[in-house]
Structure formats: structure tokens, C-alpha cells
T-cell receptor
Framework: AQSVTQLGSHVSVSEGALVLLRCNYS??????LFWYVQYPNQGLQLLLK??????LVKGINGFEAEFKKSETSFHLTKPSAHMSDAAEYFC???????????FGSGTKLNVKP | ETGVTQTPRHLVMGMTNKKSLKCEQH?????MYWYKQSAKKPLELMFV???????ENNSVPSRFSPECPNSSHLFLHLHTLQPEDSALYLC??????????????FGPGTRLTVL
């Protein structure tokens, strides 16, 4: 069975501080992993993805995530938060060879001035 | 138009109404998806179409009826909905739903309110 757990439905950081959004997954086969961002009244936009190869992946807007197989984690980080990063972030897993995405419940990021 | 578009962006309907949501993708993809996004719940996959053939139907009530006339267009026909069906309905597309890697591209969604 596949599932995605995002710890913390709300995360608040100060502008310029480190952003860390946590994602743990379970998958019966090697997974592909994704982070999406959703701004208010918009659809989901892909931030970054891991399929194979290097476990540290870089995405748009300065975000990156590291795939840690031993910890079944794919946490999203950004060294310095910007006000424009305030949005909801979704982690998703797609078992390789299958066509389904499994999404986490989302984490709303608030950035304080 | 580029990417995935959805119309209308907002819809308010009574429980006895019949309405349709429209999705169009301009990416040349072969697969299209309907998701339901409710507050405080994970995205729920409703339907998957690959090459206009429905390949997934996740126990969705029959008051939701999808239609995929071609690989670029996807509709969700609604009738006799319930207030709990109020949600954001997202459409997505990908290159091929049967492949080993399928990044999904999302539309902006239709905010549906059922009175």
C-alpha cells in the first residue's frame, strides 16, 4: 500500500529563516517522489521531483529536497524564506511502473515579516 | 491558451441543478484526471482517462459523470449533488497514464459550492 504523511498541517517561519517541510512515505515498490505548491485560488504547480539518480534534487524558487530511502523521507527545504513562498505544499508519491499519484494532506507555509 | 485550463472557475448550484465542468489541455498529453480537493483532506483522485478510455474510477458516486470526447478535453457532469460535494475540483493531464513516470500538470480548478 502507498501513503504519504506530511507532518504539520501549518508551518510558520520568519522571512529569511530556514524552511523545512516534512514528508514521509510508504511504498511497496521504488517510488517517484514529488513536491507541488499551490497558491491561493490556483492549481498545483510542480516544485521538484525525484525519479532516479542523485538523491538531492533542486527545484524552482530555491527549493530542494533529499530522498532518503532508509528513512522513507523526502523533506523539502529552502535556506531562506521569502514572503512569496507563503502557500500550501503537497508531497506526492507515484510508485514506479504505476500511473497513480498519492498526495499528502498538505502543509500551509506562513512567512512572517 | 497554454497548459491546462478549466471553466468555470467558480460555480454555485442547487442540489437539483445539472451543470458541467470543463477541462482542456494544450500540452499534447494522452491522459487526463479529475481530483477533488476538500478542506483538510488529501487530494482525492476521482477519474483517470488514458487515450479517451476511462482507466480508473475510484468509487465515485454516480451523481458525478465524466466524459472524455478526445485527448484534449475532459468534462465532469454534475447532477443532484449534495452540500458535502462542495470543493475545489482540479483537472490534470500527463503524457501517458500507463508509463513509468508521469508528471502531472494541473489546471487552476473550479470552486464548486452546492447549496
Amino acid at each position: 500500500a502507498q501513503s504519504v504523511t506530511q507532518l504539520g498541517s501549518h508551518v510558520s517561519v520568519s522571512e529569511g529563516a530556514l524552511v523545512l517541510l516534512r514528508c514521509n512515505y510508504s511504498s511497496s515498490v521504488p517510488p517517484y517522489l514529488f513536491w507541488y505548491v499551490q497558491y491561493p485560488n490556483q492549481g498545483l504547480q510542480l516544485l521538484l521531483k525525484y525519479t532516479t539518480g542523485a538523491t538531492l534534487v533542486k527545484g524552482i524558487n530555491g527549493f530542494e529536497a533529499e530522498f532518503k530511502k532508509s528513512e522513507t523521507s523526502f523533506h523539502l527545504t529552502k535556506p531562506s524564506a521569502h514572503m512569496s513562498d507563503a502557500a500550501e505544499y503537497f508531497c506526492a508519491v507515484s510508485p514506479s511502473g504505476f500511473n497513480k499519484f498519492y498526495f499528502g494532506s498538505g502543509t500551509k507555509l506562513n512567512v512572517k515579516p | 491558451e497554454t497548459g491546462v485550463t478549466q471553466t468555470p472557475r467558480h460555480l454555485v448550484m442547487g442540489m437539483t441543478n445539472k451543470k458541467s465542468l470543463k477541462c482542456e489541455q494544450h500540452l499534447g498529453h494522452n491522459a487526463m484526471y479529475w481530483y477533488k480537493q476538500s478542506a483538510k483532506k488529501p487530494l482525492e483522485l476521482m477519474f483517470v482517462y488514458s487515450l479517451e478510455e476511462r482507466v480508473e474510477n475510484n468509487s465515485v458516486p454516480s451523481r458525478f459523470s465524466p466524459e472524455c470526447p478526445n485527448s484534449s478535453h475532459l468534462f465532469l457532469h454534475l447532477h443532484t449533488l449534495q452540500p458535502e460535494d462542495s470543493a475545489l475540483y482540479l483537472c490534470a493531464s500527463s503524457q501517458d497514464s500507463r508509463g513509468t513516470y508521469n508528471e502531472q500538470f494541473f489546471g487552476p480548478g473550479t470552486r464548486l459550492t452546492v447549496l
